[in-house]
């Protein structure tokens, strides 16, 4: 039932009630007032066999570290999670850690943040949640990391340590991560969770800050290589995907396995594809070529809209798309008026009386300090959701509270661990001063589309905790223009 016909249904109970009333009707009093109406349920809510194994949530102490830390582990709302101290000069802050999307398993995950050595090492307690369910669970993730900062001091006492609440507490996450930071700090969220939490700052890193844009995106590249390929979709979801890809790929690519070389309808693709993911940009062609990545990104084709049943209905819009590739103008007007269109039902991601909406909205309206990390060769969360989410904040007024940085990596999330900490240090510093970091400009062409884009904050150097593989992508990435 929809929240609006919910509330005249209320207020229609009450009038009668009181009507009943004045009119001498019932020995006892008013009448009760009447039951909620109980929600509509979803694919999601029947997946009940989510676990997390304790054995595989202890952890080690992190070596080389000059830290001594208590060490905490266990299960609170059928959530696994991590948490660690130092036992001497704990600054009184806590770090909440947002994990990202883990499959469709039914085991539970808790994953400690990049930048743990660097936290520890500065005093910082942190906190991770395993989440209570897996899928693209945003709801889930919001409720439960927040209910783990409400119990820190809790499991703390239970674990014979005293501890007071944190003077300061922050959120960092990455990936769906990203989409659980960015929608825990909204105002929505504080008014509509069921464990509300007030945060002090926050990092969304190659996070989903375009909320449910994401897979308008998806649908988007599906419907134009379908289109481009010479097997149209006669409308969207497309029920026969599986059996046509097979073919879509073999007339776009020169290999079913790599997008290295496209053909002339490939090559038409790709623009497609830039333009959709944020326009022209440095490393944009490594992303596009980047195979493992794009075969990661053709695999959330062929869905339904429900996004595999956290929803009830198709989400996906894709009405305000405009196909832009080298052609004239008269065949890119051909194919935007041919090409099927995604259309959402309009309560399918509704506000809800029972708590979050399935996939919390980023609207903009948050202030407090935040410092968002995106890498550029992204097409998996493409960096296209910085300029959505830039777009939101300014037209809620709230862009004096959002700093943005532009990373030229080829990938999503391969951040090198410096790049992190620069992000956390610069918003910290930012709340606890009052002096915002300086950032990059996401939305001006000009700007995005310049060979020395990304520069001033990619850090190529990488140090104990990174990814040998990151850093030797990085050396294969364009250098920066000499000043």
């Known amino acids: ?12 109970v009450a009038a009668s009630t009181l009507l009943f009333s004045a009119c001498g009707g019932g020995d006892d009093g008013p009448a009760p007032a009447p039951a909620p109406v109980p929600e509509e349920t979803r694919a999601q809510d029947g997946r009940t066999a989510f676990a997390a194994d304790p054995a595989a949530l202890a952890f080690d102490a992190l070596a080389g570290v000059a830290v001594d830390t208590d060490r905490w582990t266990g299960v609170q ?14 600054n009184g802050k806590l770090v909440m850690y947002a994990h990202g999307y883990t499959g469709a398993g039914n085991g539970l995950v808790v994953t400690s943040p990049s930048i743990r050595r660097y936290l520890l090492e500065q005093g910082f307690a942190w906190a991770a ?5 897996n899928y693209y669970d945003v709801r889930a993730g919001v409720e439960d990391t927040n209910a783990l900062a409400q119990a820190f001091v809790q499991i703390a006492a239970a674990n014979g340590r005293t501890l007071t609440a944190p003077t300061r507490t922050y959120l960092i996450g990455v990936s769906m991560g990203g989409h659980i930071t960015a929608a825990a700090i909204e105002d929505e969220a504080a008014a509509t969770a069921v464990h509300k939490q007030k945060y002090d700052g926050a990092v969304p890193m190659c996070g989903v800050v375009g909320d449910t844009e994401l897979f308008d995106y998806f649908a988007g590249y599906q419907l134009a290589a379908q289109q481009l390929a010479g097997v149209p979709a006669a409308s969207f979801p497309t029920t026969d995907w599986a059996t046509l890809v097979a073919d879509v790929r073999t007339t776009l690519f020169a ?7 496209p053909t002339a309808q ?38 339904d809209g429900t996004i595999n049943g956290i929803l009830n209905k198709s989400v996906i819009d894709t009405q305000r798309f405009s196909y ?13 008026a041919s090409i099927a269109k995604a259309v959402a039902a309009p309560d399918a991601n509704r506000l809800r009386s029972d708590g979050l909406r399935w996939i919390p909205k980023v609207n903009g309206e ?24 830039r777009a939101r904040v300014e037209a809620k007024g709230n862009g004096g509270w959002l700093v943005q940085r532009a ?27 009052g002096v915002k970091p300086a950032g990059d400009d996401v939305v001006t062409p000009a700007t995005v589309a310049d060979p020395a884009y990304g520069c001033t904050y990619t850090v190529n150097t990488g140090g104990t905790d990174d990814n040998p593989t990151t850093i030797a992508t990085r050396a294969l990435m364009p250098a920066c223009p000499a000043p």
């Open 255 to 261: 290999s079913q396995t790599a997008f290295t070389a």
């Open 366 to 389: 948050f202030k407090i300090p935040v410092v968002s990390l995106h890498t550029l060769g992204d097409l998996y969360v493409p960096f296209r959701m910085e300029q959505v989410y």
């Open 77 to 90: 709302g059928g959530a696994g999670y991590r948490i660690e101290v130092p036992k001497t000069g704990w």
């Open 407 to 433: 990373v030229r990596a080829p990938s999503h999330c391969d951040f090198t661990v410096a790049e992190q900490v620069g992000a956390f240090a610069a918003m910290v510093a930012w709340a606890e001063t």
């Open 324 to 336: 832009k590739f080298t052609a004239s103008d008269a065949v890119l007007a051909s194919f935007n």
């Open 129 to 133: 949640s395993s989440y209570s369910k």
């Open 1 to 12: 039932m929809h929240q609006r016909h919910l509330l005249r249904m209320t207020a229609f």
């Open 266 to 303: 490939g090559a038409k693709l790709k623009e497609v594809v830039m333009n959709l993911t944020g326009g022209p940009r440095p490393i944009f062609d490594q992303g596009f070529a980047n195979s493992g990545l794009q075969n990661v990104v053709w695999g959330t084709f062929g869905g």
